[in-house]
């Protein structure tokens, strides 16, 4: 069966997903989390896990409960350290590519073998002693107990023991004269052995490895000399040297694609976790959602903007709810005063849920999407012959199709461009569009009275100015006028500000 992945509790049949952004990530700053978690997890192909979403829930269930086990300390660090491994394995296999003299490279490698298959023997090892209790990582322990017992591991690893202990096995005598060093059998009459000797007489003097290696560690290289007296040695021991070299051509393709996969989906976790240790320290609440494919109603306490946080930690949390048959919020309130902040947190939590990872907040209740839809405000293009509100309607329409009963709608001040009755109208169609549909939706609008048009959408307002909290109740009826006075200096405090220089 060979080892089952963590990410998918049943084999995906799409395959390893690929490295193409989803187009909301850049409205929601997706971008900006998904670049922190790949930099955090070591590895640039982490980033793809984070562009699919699940679509059910018993798969996002599967990944919640492998998180909760990366919480316990000790299941973290077994984890920790097979990514290490495999890291060092990788670095190793690399500048092994690089060495030109044959010895010496098959004696590096087998090293590396012994190094890569002790870290899986202790992950397995660890798994087990740790207690995960993770139906994931359970799955995982028993496979690479399967896969230990294996003919192909256990060849893999007695082959390359015996061949240790025969190299540590090799006596020979260096014979130098003058410019010129030969090799030759080992005498066993001890006339030349003064090794035991020597080496007793300076172990008080006897230091460990530098730090940061390990002992078995493979040197970094060998001068011109000593690669030449490895190949006399080589000569002298064709048997053993040409067993060596027909080893490593037979395991050239070590380590398992299997356990590669592993590492890469043990770094989606870590990743993610690391990402949001900083977060946690901040005092902010992280939580793990309870997500659900047939309930459309939500709700999120203190929720914020993870990517925000991760930048400045001092975020102001909100609440945001859904009850019953209410699917759209619509946020008004002046101009920065968080209301495109909000936003993506409603959108960033859809998706962070779907990725079956915890999300920012202090209890959240969502639904599983199976599409995230962004409509934000685009600058126009130099060049571009289309109107502002033309382009706003082309994508609107775009987005309209693409949607279905699942997905989840993130509108910001869409229709800014045109006059305030237009916009009222085009939004009011929007609206019953998405009504209709049945879609999840939070709508920043300057319509104040949008949320007055069905009883499937309820009004949030900013509490007060710059407060960068939001509330349920009625719009003032003053968003779009307030708006209009900012963008042209108008308002009362730019007017003041003004004056007073």
Known sequence: MGVRSILFATPDPTGE???AEPGHFRDLNLDQVVRAVAEAAGAAGVARYLHRPLRDAESVAFRQQIFRDLEDPAVLQTAERFTASMARTRS??????????????HRWFLEIVLDHTAAVIGLAEGLDASGAASPGLRALRDDLAGHI???????????ARRLRERLGEIRYDVLVRGDEVSVAPHEEDGRFDHADRVLAWF?????????GETEGAPALGLDFVEAGVLDLVAELFPGLFGD????????????APELDRLDRELRFYLGYLSFLAPVRAAGLPICTPAV??????LLARDVYDLALAAKHPQVVTNDLRLDGTERVLVVSGPNQGGKTTLARTFGQLHH????????PGREVRIFLADAVLTHFEREEAPGDLTS?????????????KAATPRSVIVLNEVFSSTTPDDARALSETVLASIVRLDAACLWVSFVDALALTSPAAVSMVGAEERSYRFVRRAADGRAHALALAERHGLTYAQITARARR
Request: glycine share 8%; proline share 9%; hydrophobic share 40%.
């Open 149 to 159: 017992r294996s003919a192909g591991f256990t060849g893999l690893l007695e082959g």
């Open 352 to 359: 962070l849920a779907a990725l079956g990872c915890p999300v």
């Open 92 to 105: 190793r296999l690399e500048a092994l590519e690089r060495r030109k003299h044959p010895p010496q490279a």
């Open 244 to 255: 060596l070299a027909a080893f490593c051509a037979a395991n050239r393709d070590f380590p």
């Open 388 to 400: 502002g509100l033309e382009a706003e309607l082309i994508r609107m329409r775009a987005l309209l």
């Open 203 to 211: 172990e008080r003097f006897r230091q460990g490895p530098p730090s």
């Open 17 to 19: 997903p690929d490295d």
């Open 292 to 297: 659900s494919a047939t309930r459309k109603d």
